[in-house]
């Protein structure tokens, strides 16, 4: 079974509107993390932000925030006011804290945002 | 934070040659991945590394090889590459910090093999 499902393949947002990424995940480890990478088309993975299981507030990272909903095993990513610059892929992960291979990560199939003038 | 290098950014290469991928990083970090991307699609896990003489084979099967002699290289090799080879190669280490371990990349390398 996926992990980590992101369902949108493609998204296209308005320059200095808000978008939601989609995330949810599967996982029976009470202790995991939740990571957003960008990839623009240069092609390298840049660290947006992150959720822990146990944190009791979604996280945010400048423009962007995280909105974690446990229960239903979501974890979107929310961009406020995009910019032309957001265009990319961007890819929902997550580590899970226990097992043989700690500290690997499994990665959805990404998002490609499109930013429009 | 890590600083990941990757050499060679890019690589245009005939079938049957033999090449390595270069990553290195000098924070000292264990944990170290490589992962193997098709355009616009996925990341796969093809290698893992948690330290020196410990390297173990990821989710998706490779012909690539691996080695740790060193905690800082984690060198990927391809005996005798071939155009099924072809995709960008990103290579991974994982920062402890108040994130718990948290994975940065360095700018992967482009292959291509004719």
């Known amino acids: 079974a996926q992990k980590i499902t992101q369902t949108q393949p493609g998204m296209f947002v308005q320059e200095k509107e808000a978008v939601t990424l989609d995330c949810t995940y599967d996982t029976s480890d009470p202790s995991y993390g939740l990571f957003w990478y960008k990839q623009p088309s240069s092609g390298e993975m840049i660290f947006l932000i992150y959720q822990g299981s146990y944190d009791q507030q979604n996280a945010t990272e400048g423009r962007y925030s995280l909105n974690f909903q446990k229960a239903r095993k979501s974890a979107n990513l929310v961009i406020s006011a995009s910019q032309l610059g957001d265009s990319a892929m961007y890819f929902c992960?997550?580590?899970?804290?226990?097992?043989?291979?700690?500290?690997?990560?499994?990665f959805g199939r990404g998002t490609q945002l499109t930013v429009w003038p | 934070e890590a600083d990941i290098y990757q050499t060679p950014r890019y690589l245009v290469i005939g079938t049957g040659k033999k090449i390595t991928l270069e990553c290195s990083q000098t924070m000292g970090h264990d944990k170290m991945y490589w992962y193997q991307q098709d355009p616009g699609m996925e990341l796969h896990l093809i290698h893992y590394s948690y330290g020196v003489n410990s390297t173990e084979k990821g989710d998706l099967s490779s012909e690539s090889t691996v080695s740790r002699i060193r905690t800082e290289h984690f060198p990927l090799t391809l005996e005798s590459a071939r155009p099924s080879h072809t995709s960008q190669y990103l290579c991974?280490?994982?920062?402890?910090?108040?994130?718990?371990?948290?994975?940065?990349f360095g700018p992967g390398t482009r292959l291509t093999v004719l």
């Open positions: 991974a280490s994982n920062f402890l910090g108040a994130r718990g371990d948290t994975q940065y």
């Open positions: 992960a997550m580590r899970e804290n226990r097992g043989s291979t700690l500290g690997r990560l499994y």
